[in-house]
């Protein structure tokens, strides 16, 4: 009987354990390597759009993600100067419109759904990557302490930090957007009413823009919060604030937002940095996925659909005997997925423009002067219709269209 192809995947996150589920669906033998003690994601919330719904409906995981996640009838933009409704879109007919709802989860919940369906993947705990070297009839990851794991294919799904990226290709060079975040996480019902209405809620103003939406069934709202500012330059989810900070920075801003900022006990921020689209992503019989391969910045809600499309849709396996030649399934992954994430990553650049320009006086970010916006239209509304019905194969980038206009 010819051998199981062997799959490790460096990196246990939210596209690492996706990309495990679809591979062991595809009878491949899968080792995930994780670097933490346990698997575990921090409490944020995740948009998915009807394209992320559909992915992991191949995975046939749609029925519990739907029962853990928030599904919203509307998509709302208030001006955060006056509190005013600027748009309201119905996305209650998401599923006949694009053949999936639109809905909002926590991201502990979703990692929680793909742990548990995983059922033959080897998952290995503890184990940092320090480095990953494709060879003749494979690759071999090397860690921290000191054990080596050959397989046929080494797949980098480490994220923003990749060790693996930087073996393959080399330390890249992250731009700070002159851009941070802070989030935050309240009981919904320490959520003052008028504000906890059901509604993924964007507050434009100059400069900035906050957004919130309820995850895990309606108990949780989630809270992100983006401002143009050079005053933090770390880039991580993990570093807490005082909600002092955050009341202080959107003091001026119209009362019926701000009184959502204490309802949250603790606060995160974190710096956005912005890379350049990948030319590639794959070196012989090495390759990443997700944050690792495309990094984003978050304005179209995309990375992580990104890394389950990639995930749940990996170019066919090498059948065993031809186990030798694996190299054209990555090459054929990265050429036909290569337009749609530049065109992504040039969005959510435009997008970042858009999100802080729309008000007058604003002027555009650092993150957006030297972008480039794809063509295409595209609309500001939070649930916006371009990525709804957006495959695998995004529309076709012009990397030299002119730049945004601010509007
Ligand atoms: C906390 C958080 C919140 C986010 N919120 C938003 C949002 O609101 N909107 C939005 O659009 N985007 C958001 N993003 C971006 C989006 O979530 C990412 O695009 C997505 O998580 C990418 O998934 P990933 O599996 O590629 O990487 P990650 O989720 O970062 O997972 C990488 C995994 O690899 C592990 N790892 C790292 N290095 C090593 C190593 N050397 N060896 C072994 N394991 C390693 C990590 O511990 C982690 O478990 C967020 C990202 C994070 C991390």
């Known amino acids: 009987m010819p051998r199981r192809p062997r799959i490790l995947i460096v990196g246990g996150g939210i ?104 059922r033959s993947t080897d998952i290995r705990l503890g184990q940092r990557s320090i480095a990953v070297a494709p060879n003749g009839n494979g690759a071999v990851a090397r860690f921290a302490d000191g054990t080596d794991i050959e397989a046929d294919l080494v797949v980098g799904a480490d994220g923003i930090h990749s060790k693996v990226r930087e073996s393959l290709f080399g330390a890249d060079a992250p731009r700070f957007t002159g851009c941070i975040c802070f989030r935050g996480m309240a009981p919904a019902e320490a959520v003052p009413r008028d504000i906890n209405t059901g509604d993924v809620t964007l507050w434009m ?49 119209n009362s019926a937002l701000t009184r959502v900022f204490p309802a949250s006990a603790s606060w995160y921020k974190w710096a956005l940095y912005d890379r350049d689209p990948p030319e590639r992503w794959s070196k012989g019989r090495a390759t990443l996925l997700g944050d690792s391969a495309h990094a984003m ?71 957006t002067r030297p972008c480039s916006r794809p063509g295409g239209s595209m609309t500001t509304t939070p649930g916006g219709s371009w990525r709804n019905g957006h495959g695998t194969q995004g529309p076709r980038a012009s990397l030299l269209s002119p730049p945004p206009r601010p509007i």
């Open 15 to 118: 596209g690492g354990l996706a990309a495990a589920l679809a591979l062991e669906r595809q009878r491949a033998e899968v080792i995930v390597c994780e670097q933490a003690p346990k698997l575990s994601e921090i409490g944020a919330g995740i948009g998915l759009a009807p394209n992320a719904v559909k992915a992991l409906r191949a995975l046939g995981l749609e029925d519990k993600i739907n029962a853990a996640a928030y599904a919203s009838e509307f998509a709302v933009i208030r001006s955060w100067r006056d509190g005013r409704q600027i748009s309201r879109a119905y996305q209650g007919d998401y599923r006949e419109k694009f053949g999936a709802p639109s809905i909002t989860i926590h991201r502990a919940d979703l990692l929680g759904i793909l742990a548990d369906a995983l």
């Open 297 to 367: 910045l978050p304005y179209l809600g995309q990375p992580r659909w990104r890394s389950r499309m990639a995930a749940c849709s990996p170019a066919p396996l090498p059948a065993p005997p031809t186990i030798s030649t694996p190299r054209l399934p990555l090459t054929r992954r990265c050429a036909s997925r290569a337009p749609a994430r530049a065109t992504i990553t040039l969005r959510r650049r435009w997008r970042g423009c858009a999100a802080t320009c729309a008000m007058p006086g604003a002027s555009a970010s650092a993150a």
């Open 205 to 253: 103003g100059p400069r900035g823009h906050v957004v919130h939406y309820l995850v895990r069934r309606g108990e949780l709202l989630n809270i992100v919060a983006h401002i143009d500012s050079d005053a933090w330059t770390e880039e991580s989810w993990t570093r807490e604030c005082d909600v002092s900070e955050v009341t202080t920075t959107y003091a001026r801003r």
